[in-house]
């Protein structure tokens, strides 16, 4: 139990120091990036032998630094449904960053061509687009895609998606 003496004697520490009744620094830093406090779009791909890697870009909207870290929840989607298997997470480094109102981070995903697979094993179809969570949040922004193609199938083994950690700038 604490004195009211000890109490007392703290108090009185505090306003010869000068800080009683000052506002303390918020320990806690930043608040966690929310879904409706980020602007998420795709950045400009690049294919590579049978790859399509395209960058998430998450960019703070909001008027507070807010701190993003770890990997999205990315899938394909058709109307509200996912199609296949979620993005695989890719191992890597998933630094926690801080993010300035207006600053970016992005996520790399690679998109395989769905033509590499067996047509029976992938059972490719066109997809509308992409269902991505930002990391740490429950709420996802549907990204349209034209052309895309996923494969239906569950396919043991393969990753037909595969998503890296959030990283600092927009590519």
Avoid at 6 to 33: H, K, M
Avoid at 80 to 98: I, N, S, Y
Avoid at 106 to 118: E, G, I, K, P, R
Avoid at 145 to 166: D, F, I, S
Wanted: charged share 15%; with cysteine.
């Amino acid at each position: 139990m604490i004195s009211a003496r000890y109490l007392v004697i703290s108090g009185l520490a505090a306003a010869l120091a000068g800080t009683a009744g000052a506002p303390q620094p918020d320990s806690r830093g930043p608040a966690l990036c929310r879904t409706s406090g980020l602007h998420v779009a795709l950045g400009q791909g690049e294919g590579a032998a049978g790859h399509y890697y395209v960058p998430i870009v998450f960019t703070n909207s909001g008027g507070d630094a807010c701190t993003l870290g770890g990997y999205p929840g990315v899938s394909a989607v058709v109307g509200r449904h996912q199609v296949g298997d979620a993005a695989h997470r890719e191992p890597g480094p998933a630094p926690v960053l801080t993010l300035p109102p207006g600053e970016s981070a992005t996520a790399w995903l690679d998109q395989v061509n769905v033509d590499v697979y067996d047509p029976a094993s992938c059972v490719p179809v066109p997809v509308d687009g992409l269902r991505v969570y930002p990391p740490d949040n429950t709420e996802a922004v549907f990204l349209a895609e034209p052309n895309a193609r996923a494969c239906a199938k569950h396919m043991p083994g393969q990753r037909p998606l595969v998503v890296r950690a959030v990283q600092g700038g927009e590519d």
